[in-house]
C-alpha cells in the first residue's frame, strides 16, 4: 500500500542532507497525494520528538508543517498543507498511538468525521503504519478513506444479478447487499448468515445459502476475508 511503502522509504531518509531534509519530504508526499487523492481524504507524517533530524527547536511554530513543539508532522488534504492535530491527546490517539507501541499496521473502525468548511458529514476509515529504524519507532504514516469511495468501488462489483457486499470485523454492513440490511449487523441477520461470516471472519472463505425475507429470494452466498496489511483484521 501507499503507506506502507512510504514508511519503509522514511525509515532510509538519513541519506537526504540534514538541511533540506524537511523540504525534500514534502516535497515527496504531495505528488503522492494528488495522484491518489480520488481515494484518500489525506496523507500524513507524524515523527516522534527529534526523531526527524533532531531539529524541532528550530522548527517550533514553523507553518506549514510544524506545531507548538517544532516536531514534524505534515498532512496534505483537500486544504493543502497543514501541521496534523489530535496525535497527542489522550484516548483519541490510537491511530498513532497504536502502531508506535506495537509495531504493526493499524485500521480503524468507520468513524463520523464533519469537514470544518461545509460541515458535510462522512465516515472515514484511518490506516495507518509505524516508521522503525534500528527496532525503535520513530514515527508513523496514515491516510484517511472516505468510505462512500468504497462503497462505490464495492457496487462496481455487481454484475448479471449478483451482489458484492463488504463488512467490518466486527459484522457491521459498510456496503450491504439491500437496503433493509444498512446499518445493521451480521448478528441481526438470519442463521444461515451468520454461520457464513463467522467463518470467515476466522479467517476462512465461507458459503452457504440463504432466503432472502424482503423478496423471498434463494442467494447463494460466498465470503472471503479480507485483511489489512499486518493488523491482524
Not at 508513523?140 to 454484475?159: F, S, W
Request: net charge negative; proline share 6%.
Amino acid at each position: 500500500s501507499l503507506v506502507r511503502a512510504f514508511s519503509s522509504q522514511l525509515e532510509a531518509n538519513e541519506s537526504i542532507p540534514v538541511d533540506i531534509r524537511r523540504s525534500i519530504i514534502i516535497s515527496q508526499m504531495e505528488p503522492l497525494y494528488n495522484s491518489n487523492k480520488k481515494e484518500l481524504v489525506d496523507f500524513w507524517v507524524v515523527w516522534e520528538p527529534d526523531a526527524f533530524d533532531g531539529r524541532d527547536a528550530e522548527f517550533v511554530n514553523a507553518k506549514p508543517a510544524h506545531d507548538d513543539t517544532g516536531r514534524f508532522v505534515p498532512v496534505f488534504s483537500q486544504g493543502g498543507l497543514e501541521p496534523v492535530i489530535g496525535y497527542n491527546v489522550s484516548g483519541l490517539d490510537d491511530w498513532y498511538v497504536g502502531p508506535l507501541k506495537s509495531q504493526r499496521d493499524f485500521a480503524s473502525e468507520p468513524y463520523d468525521f464533519t469537514y470544518a468548511n461545509d460541515n458535510r458529514q462522512v465516515k472515514l476509515v484511518t490506516l495507518s503504519t509505524p516508521i522503525v529504524k534500528k527496532g525503535k519507532s520513530v514515527g508513523v504514516v496514515g491516510t484517511d478513506l472516505d468510505i462512500d469511495g468504497l462503497m462505490k468501488m464495492v457496487g462496481g462489483l455487481y454484475a448479471n444479478g449478483s451482489k458484492a457486499v463488504l463488512l467490518t470485523g466486527d459484522g457491521t454492513f459498510l456496503v450491504p447487499h439491500s437496503t433493509e440490511a444498512e446499518g445493521k449487523n451480521m448478528k441481526d441477520m438470519p442463521p444461515t448468515l451468520r454461520e457464513v461470516f463467522e467463518k470467515a471472519a476466522s479467517g476462512q472463505a465461507a458459503q452457504g445459502q440463504f432466503t432472502d425475507e424482503a423478496t423471498g429470494e434463494t442467494m447463494f452466498l460466498a465470503y472471503a476475508p479480507i485483511t489489512i496489511g499486518d493488523t491482524g483484521k
